[in-house]
């Protein structure tokens, strides 16, 4: 297992575990769109990235049919950094208006969630190979 996989592994870990100590923050950033409350997508989200960061651990002798669970769990991960990125996006409008540094990080963050969908594609990459 590379080095990038396993510190993708552990940032799923460590963010989803995150979701259950401090969720009233992330509650705060989940689009009103979505069915529920917030606290409920608060909680699936953490569940998700703990789960995803666990299979990226899982050996390759591990498999669902034929396919690894570490190669399923690669593209979860990049599911799972799509689906949050409306979330990102509330977060940078609801703090446009807030005092420097916080509007700065809640935009930076936009853009580097394509750093993520470009990490969970290498991985998928090297693992398809």
């Given at each position: 297992m590379n080095t990038a996989t396993r510190a993708l592994a552990a940032m799923l870990i460590v963010a989803?575990?995150?979701?259950?100590?401090?969720?009233?923050?992330?509650?705060?950033?989940?689009?009103?769109?979505?069915?529920g409350g917030p606290r409920l997508w608060t909680y699936l989200s953490g569940v998700a990235e703990v789960?995803?960061?666990?299979a990226l651990l899982a050996p390759l002798s591990m498999k669902i049919g034929s396919t690894p669970i570490r190669?399923?769990?690669a593209y979860g991960a990049l599911f799972l950094f799509i689906a949050v990125y409306p979330a990102n996006i509330?977060?940078?409008?609801d703090w446009?208006?807030?005092?420097m540094p916080y509007p700065l990080i809640a935009f930076a963050r936009l853009p580097?969630?394509?750093?993520l969908f470009y990490w969970a594609w290498s991985i998928i990459k090297a693992l398809k190979r």
């Open positions: 989803g575990v995150a979701h259950f100590f401090f969720p009233k923050a992330l509650d705060a950033i989940v689009p009103q769109f979505l069915p789960a995803i960061g666990l190669l399923l769990a509330k977060m940078a409008i446009r208006n807030r005092p580097l969630q394509f750093g």
